[in-house]
Each structure stands twice: as structure tokens, then as C-alpha cells.
């Protein structure tokens, strides 16, 4: 038989201890801490709210920006949507079924005003707190849903793709969106399942070569199953989160999360940042395949951020 030339052999540089789309469908502990700062460390949240933020795996901080602040980051949001340069890129991702822009990658090395924003105490200082290490951008977004015709993004755990995709070892990442339009029920807010990353799901199929061009469009692999889901759901509800602009979504790497398409005239837009700890760094794929380009992972320039 012909080797496959496309298949990425190199065995991973760490133990696999969160294996998935291994053809087995099944939810696990999870095993590693939510919280990783020692006890006895100042805070640079109210403590009820960082004991939320572990129970839930996720909390909503508003207030953190000024309305001068916000402004400055729709009117940069804009911009880069309108860009030719930009959408030529290969980085930018369209809607299914037409052109609106879905998500602009590497964002923070395309703008100076979301490098800054990245960087920005308010939030690199906590992404540190919480994971107890120095941090790097694991990944930087724009997202948008436009008016009438913004596509759904279905359930997932981030960790479960960035762990199988990228290698990234452990649970020591997290995510911040900040919220750059309101996000009502009606516009296809993102939806959180309290709890849920407690558990790992493990999900079925294989991971096809190039998943990614597929994927960042419409997820097919690596999304759980309705009894999963259920389960899940059952046991945590689900949180939607609403809130004005210059909110901070923040929410665990393990979290089951998803939004529903927005079919109402209101767009809704976040910047999102994905901190991940230093010692937490990507090794090869849990799948046996290439890994996923530099901007969607970093992986050959990764740089602790600095105020």
C-alpha cells in the first residue's frame, strides 16, 4: 500500500492524557486544576468572584474599558474588516454561503491597538494569576456574526481541538472576549454550560488532514454527541451571556460553549485572546497530522507577553 505523504507521523513530545477522536465517545474528570495560583497570592479580582470563575468555568466582567476605550476598538474592529489587504491575507475567514467576514486571525500582530489590548494589564495580569505562570497568545481573533446572516458556531470545547490539533498539553489556557457590540438574546450571544469543564469530552471520528479549512467555517469533528451534550446540559444549564460593549467574557479552556446563528439586523463582534501558560506550551498533535498554521496556533514564535 501507498504511505499517505500528507500524514504527519512524528510521535507527540508528551503523554497523551486527554486522548479523543480515538473512536470512543465518553466524558472523563478532568485532571487538572481551573484555578492555578496559590491560595495565599493577592487577587486582582474580588475573591467571590474568582471562586465563580472555578465552580462555573466561566465569568463576566463588565466596566473594565471606558466608553473612549470601546470606541477605539469598533472603529479598529472596522477598519480591518474593510481592509483589502486584510481579507486577501489567507488569515480572514468568511461566512458559509457568502462573503461577510466570521473571524480575522493574529489580530494582535495586524493592529497596534489590539497588540496594546492584549497586553494590557487588566487582562494579561489575570490570564498570569490564574494560570500562575508567564503567558503567550496562544491565539488572537476578531470574531463577527453580522446581521441576517451570522452562522452558528455548535458546541465544542476549545481544549478538546487545541489539545488534538494543536498538542497543547494541559487545561492551562484560558479565554477573554471582549465584547465590541451588545450582545443580546437575540443576536446569537455566546451560550455557556456552567460546570462542564470539569469533564473532559471525549469526542468520536477521526481527524481529517487539513481539518482546519473546514472547520473554522462550520465544525464537523470534535464536537460532542446529543448524549453528551445532554448530559452536560442536564446537569449545568446553560448561561447565556449578555452584556454591553467593553465586557470581558472570560472563560475556561475546557468549557462547552457555542452561540446560535443571528438572523435580527443587530451584528454582534468580539475580540478574542487566548492566554496560554508558558510551561504549557504546544508540542506535536494528538492526531498524527500536520499541525495547524502559525496563525490559527502559535507554535515557532512564542513570546511570554509583557505590559
Not at 64 to 79: G, H, I, T
Not at 144 to 160: C, L, N, V
Not at 223 to 248: M, N
Not at 274 to 298: Q, T
Request: contains cysteine.
Amino acid at each position: 500500500m501507498k504511505p499517505n505523504e500528507n500524514l504527519f507521523v512524528a510521535p507527540p513530545l508528551s503523554e497523551d492524557l486527554y486522548p479523543s477522536r480515538q473512536g470512543v465517545s465518553q466524558c472523563s474528570e478532568r485532571r487538572d486544576p481551573v484555578v492555578y495560583a496559590p491560595v495565599d497570592r493577592p487577587m486582582p479580582i474580588d475573591q467571590s468572584q474568582l471562586e465563580a470563575y472555578a465552580e462555573h468555568g466561566f465569568l463576566v466582567l463588565e466596566d473594565l474599558f471606558s466608553d473612549v476605550e470601546v470606541r477605539m476598538f469598533q472603529q479598529e474592529m472596522e477598519r480591518l474588516s474593510g481592509d483589502p489587504e486584510v481579507r486577501a491575507s489567507g488569515e480572514t475567514i468568511t461566512e458559509p454561503g457568502h462573503g461577510d467576514v466570521r473571524s480575522i486571525f493574529r489580530v494582535h500582530q495586524r493592529s497596534a491597538l489590539f497588540k496594546k489590548l492584549a497586553t494590557d494589564p487588566r487582562l494579561a495580569e489575570l490570564a498570569r494569576y490564574i494560570l500562575d505562570d508567564e503567558v503567550y497568545l496562544h491565539q488572537s481573533r476578531l470574531n463577527y456574526k453580522p446581521g441576517f446572516r451570522g452562522k452558528a458556531f455548535y458546541w465544542h470545547s476549545d481544549f478538546e481541538t487545541w489539545h488534538v490539533e494543536d498538542g497543547m498539553p494541559r487545561m492551562r489556557a484560558l479565554s477573554m472576549s471582549i465584547t465590541l457590540t451588545e450582545n443580546v438574546d437575540t443576536n446569537g450571544p455566546l451560550m455557556l454550560v456552567p460546570g462542564s469543564h470539569r469533564q473532559f469530552v471525549a469526542c468520536q471520528g477521526e481527524t481529517p488532514e487539513n481539518h482546519y479549512k473546514a472547520s473554522l467555517k462550520q465544525q464537523e469533528y470534535g464536537i460532542p454527541s446529543d448524549d453528551q451534550l445532554k448530559r452536560l446540559i442536564d446537569r449545568g444549564s446553560i448561561v447565556t451571556a449578555k452584556c454591553k460593549p467593553g465586557s470581558v467574557i472570560l472563560f475556561d479552556c475546557n468549557l462547552i460553549h457555542g452561540s446560535n446563528g443571528n438572523i435580527t439586523p443587530a451584528p454582534r463582534a468580539n475580540v478574542f485572546f487566548v492566554y496560554n501558560a508558558l510551561s504549557n506550551r504546544v508540542v506535536e498533535p494528538f492526531c498524527c497530522r500536520r499541525p495547524r498554521p502559525e496563525y490559527i496556533c502559535s507554535r515557532e514564535h512564542i513570546v511570554p507577553l509583557s505590559d
